[in-house]
Structures are given as structure tokens and as C-alpha cells.
């Protein structure tokens, strides 16, 4: 695979992109389960680079994860790196995305893992059809970026929204630009909806179709109907398409819009694409609706908070004898970890552009993530902890708990910048619970945990409550993600065994709130057995 650079056009502006073997989205991977995986990646740019197989568990081999300066330093301009790892125990939809900057709004494509055995339902799948979800700017995305940083400000909105790279009708100069799939009367699709969008959580839905929900971030959970999905950045959902129109012909609008819960500017556009029944294609396959015919009243409206709360309540792990849930019933260890946006005071003789003059920063238990200059894996592996470069005396809960859904504009809202980290033993189950602060505004946050799956075993509104709200935990059929959407002005339990030793990273998939950061790092130490042990470190592992 090659980053390099390449001149697209949409929205009537012409820029030059950053992408993977000339392609936008980058090409799709796909193995079988088990599956010895070796990736070249070369880059053909000026500036370093990673790459990040989102959600494959790397296990023992964090040294393939991806994230600069967490478990790899960059790939530095006209070097290579062979991402080399095995797929275990993993099947269905995932994907890759850069994980440096903001490069993965462009560099990033579908990583399908299919299984050994049979897929748990009976339904016969007439073809399987990718679909990402991607933001486009008219501007060059890294300029928007580097103005983020100078002035602590929030960043310019994208400009439209993409289905596999193509914005629709909707945009300006985009009718050419449209995602069209043809579908056979009578028969089944599945469809691979991947949210590669940079700061946006989005709603999609099919015009006359319901969909049937039948996996989420490459596990299976108990099938269920829907109009409408809500998916965050970093999820994948895997759905049922029933090509069952009664008319047998047409050419039916799919659309994918913003779900917001914060009162900041976001891209409030909306996508199209189409589903056309071949008949209909085959009679007059360059024929569309206009633009002004579309209507998208079946795709939900931007603050539905109700149905993606809904939406969520209703995902449940399969649990079946073939593919179990097996999540924690005790845990060993509990961190609470509060999930904030920040405002920190404008350094003198400084230009910020965040709210009230002051910058725009994010925090894990009130520590602003700062990368370190080194790997925080090498450093590991090197023993480097119990220095000054990379402490593990991360806060297991707030230092000074306080109302924290409570607005709060009048206090110092200063954060301390730091790589602190979170250290564990091997083998040991984790609860780690996930509260959503309201410093600057509430906000519903997509938050990645690397290396491992978890199990969502309980999520509210408000303070998250440790006498009453896990009396109410789902210890029987959690859905199992790599991926949460914390609700806004809530919380999200989640539980993990930690028995993937290496350094790992918890990150908002937001990548302004990462940019801010709103992330940390956690390190599972080596346990007794060999096997239990990371990997020693690839003879062409990049360099600092």
C-alpha cells in the first residue's frame, strides 16, 4: 500500500488529496478469519505517516497497532513499514484508517474479515456491498487542522458528507458524483456500513426499506429491524437489506445526515445515494431523481436523541453456543474516568479563537493527553516507566469529584497536559465507567478502546450512580463493541479482561476532541507464561 497524494474533484473545487493506491476510499482488505496478515505501506509523502487496522485486537503484537507515537514512531517520507499480524478469533466488518493528524479523513477503506464457518442466519446472501461514510472539505483538511492548533479554535465544518467516496445530488456539481446500487427483486444484501467521518456520529437510512441489524463492530448480536441506524466514527455495522419494493422497479434514495448533540457549528448536509431494482436500471439505467424530488423525511432529524438512544438500547449480543458472550461477570479492578472539553486560558500575546478568547481543550480525568517523543510501546518495552518520560500513575477516578453534568462555564476549566498512564496486570477483568462532563457543553463522545473488546453493560443520563446504576447491568447479553457512543450528558459502563499484554490507546474518535486531547494511554503488563507476553519489536519497526 502506498500514501501518496492525488488531484480529486467534487463540489466543483479541485485539491489535491491524500490517499492509498490512488484510491478514495483506499482499497478493501479482506482475509479469513486466523488469516497471517502482511502489510507493506510506503510512504510517497513529505510527511510521516501510520497506519491503524481499527479494531483487529493485534494480540501480542501492539507493534502493528498503528497510532504515532503510542505503538510505532511515524513512517517517515520514502521509508516502509510491513504491518505483520494474525486475525484471531475475529470476524465480520472492520477497517483501516491513517491514525496521524487528521490524515485519516481521506486514507482509510474497509477491512473485512469473513468467517470460517457459516454466518449465524439462514437468510441466502445475494452479494455483500461495503458502504463508508466519509466528511469532505473544499479546503485542504491540514490547514484546517494546523489552524485548530494554533488558535485553540473549534474546526471549519466539513462541506459535504460522502457514501464510498461520493457526495449525491444534494451538492453542488455532484450529480455525476452519486452512489448508485443495483439489487435484484427477491433478494438479500448485505450491507458493510463503515463511519470514517472525522468529528460527525451519523443517521442512515434506505427510502422504503427497513434493515436488519445483524452485527456490530465484527461481532454478531440478536438480529433486529430498523428504518434507521445511528453510527458513530470508528463503528462498523453490518445490516440486512430485503430487496422486497412492492413496485419491483425504481430507484430508491439512501441517505446519510448528522446526528449532533453538542450547540457547536457542525455539517448539517446530508448525503444520497441509491438503491435502483435492476429492472428498472436495465430500462433506463442513467435516469435519477432530480434533486428537487428528493425528499428525506425517513431519515431521522439531527437532534434525535430519542431514537439514537432507542437505537442503541436495542443492540444485544448474540449469546449463542457458537459464538458466546463472555463478559465478565466480576472484575478486579474499577477506574471511573471522566470524559471532558476543557477551555484553557489564552497564553499571553496569543491570537485564540475558542469560546469567550480562551482555547479549546480536552481531558481524561482533568489530563490533557500529550504524545511523548518516543513510543510510549518502546518506551515500554525498554523499561522507561518509572522515569520522568512515561509515568504510570494515571488517576483511577476525578481527584475532586464534583456535579459533573452540571454546566460549569464559571469555574477554571484548565486542564493539566500530560502522558500519564494506567498500568494493569495481566489477565485481570476491568470496568472502566465513562462520564460524559458538561464543563462547556454536554456532548455525545465515541470513545475507542485499542487491543481490546469490551462489553457495554449499562449506559444513562446524568451521573453515573455506584450504589444504584449497576444493579441494573446487562451481565447476560451486552453488545460487545471496540467502539462506544458515551450518551450526552451521561455515562457508559464498560468490562474487558486485559489479557492482550502491550500499550493501549482510549481515544474520542472525534478527531477535534482527540486533537484536543481527549485520550490516554493504559499498558497491560506481560503475564507468567511466554504466551502471555508481547512479541519482541519487527527488525523495520520505524524510528523517532
Not at 438500547?313 to 463472555?326: A, E
Request: charged residues 15%; neutral net charge.
Amino acid at each position: 500500500m502506498q500514501v501518496e497524494w492525488k488531484t480529486e474533484t467534487r463540489l466543483c473545487h479541485t485539491k489535491k488529496l491524500l490517499i492509498v493506491n490512488g484510491m478514495y476510499p483506499g482499497p478493501s482488505i479482506s482475509i479469513y478469519e486466523g488469516d497471517e496478515v502482511e502489510i507493506k505501506v510506503t510512504n510517497r509523502i513529505s510527511d510521516n505517516t501510520t497506519l491503524h487496522w481499527h479494531g483487529v485486537r493485534q494480540m501480542r503484537t501492539g507493534w502493528a497497532d498503528g497510532p504515532a507515537y503510542i505503538t510505532q514512531c511515524p513512517i517517515q517520507s520514502n521509508r516502509s513499514y510491513k504491518y505483520r499480524f494474525r486475525v484471531i478469533n475475529q470476524r465480520g466488518t472492520l477497517w483501516w484508517h491513517a491514525h496521524l493528524s487528521w490524515q485519516r479523513a481521506s486514507v482509510h477503506g474497509a477491512f473485512i474479515i469473513f468467517p470460517r464457518v457459516p454466518y449465524p442466519f439462514s437468510t441466502p446472501i445475494e452479494a455483500e456491498i461495503p458502504i463508508i461514510f466519509g466528511e469532505w472539505w473544499n479546503g485542504a483538511v491540514d490547514a484546517i487542522e494546523a489552524d485548530t492548533i494554533m488558535h485553540g479554535s473549534g474546526p471549519n465544518v466539513s462541506d459535504a458528507y460522502t457514501i464510498n467516496g461520493l457526495p449525491g445530488p444534494l451538492y453542488p456539481c455532484s450529480v455525476k458524483d452519486t452512489f448508485v446500487q443495483t439489487v435484484k427483486h427477491g433478494k438479500t444484501y448485505m450491507i458493510r456500513l463503515i463511519n470514517a467521518a472525522l468529528n460527525d456520529e451519523l443517521f442512515f437510512s434506505i427510502a422504503n426499506h427497513t434493515l436488519t441489524v445483524v452485527e456490530v463492530d465484527a461481532t454478531y448480536i440478536k438480529p433486529f429491524t430498523t428504518t434507521s441506524i445511528m453510527i458513530t466514527p470508528g463503528q462498523t455495522t453490518n445490516v440486512l437489506l430485503s430487496a422486497d419494493s412492492p413496485s419491483k422497479s425504481g430507484a430508491f434514495p439512501m441517505a446519510v445526515g448528522p446526528y449532533a448533540t453538542a450547540m457547536v457549528p457542525f455539517d448539517q448536509t446530508t448525503a444520497v445515494g441509491f438503491i435502483t431494482y435492476d429492472e428498472y436500471s436495465k430500462r433506463d439505467p442513467k435516469t435519477l431523481p432530480a434533486s428537487t424530488s428528493i425528499s428525506l423525511d425517513f431519515l431521522p432529524p439531527m437532534r434525535d436523541n430519542r431514537f439514537a438512544t432507542e437505537f442503541s438500547n436495542q443492540l444485544r449480543s448474540l449469546g449463542s453456543s457458537s459464538f458466546p458472550c463472555n463478559v465478565p461477570k466480576q472484575v478486579e479492578k474499577r477506574f471511573f474516568l471522566t470524559i471532558s472539553l476543557n477551555l484553557q486560558d489564552c497564553p499571553p500575546k496569543k491570537i485564540c479563537k475558542g469560546l469567550n478568547g480562551k482555547r479549546f481543550s480536552a481531558s481524561i480525568n482533568n489530563q490533557s493527553f500529550v504524545r511523548p517523543p518516543i513510543s510510549v510501546l518502546q518506551g515500554y518495552y525498554k523499561n522507561m516507566t518509572t522515569g520522568a518520560l512515561l509515568r504510570s500513575d494515571f488517576p483511577e477516578k476525578p481527584l475532586h469529584p464534583f456535579d459533573y453534568t452540571h454546566p460549569a462555564a464559571d469555574i477554571n476549566m484548565n486542564p493539566e497536559f500530560g502522558s500519564k498512564l494506567l498500568m494493569v496486570p495481566y489477565g485481570i477483568s476491568l470496568e472502566f465507567v465513562l462520564q460524559d462532563t458538561g464543563f462547556i457543553n454536554a456532548e455525545n463522545h465515541p470513545i475507542h478502546i485499542h487491543g481490546h473488546n469490551f462489553f457495554v453493560v449499562g449506559s444513562g443520563f446524568g451521573n453515573f450512580d455506584a450504589d444504584r446504576d449497576p444493579a441494573n447491568y446487562n451481565l447476560i447479553d451486552p453488545p460487545e463493541r471496540n467502539t462506544v457512543a458515551v450518551p450526552s450528558g451521561g455515562w457508559a459502563a464498560l468490562r474487558l479482561k486485559a489479557d492482550n499484554p502491550g500499550v493501549w490507546f482510549i481515544h474520542c474518535h472525534l478527531e477535534a476532541h482527540t486533537t484536543w486531547g481527549l485520550a490516554m494511554a493504559f499498558i497491560v503488563k506481560n503475564g507468567h507464561e511466554a504466551s502471555q507476553s508481547i512479541l519482541p519489536p519487527p527488525e523495520d519497526l520505524p524510528l523517532c
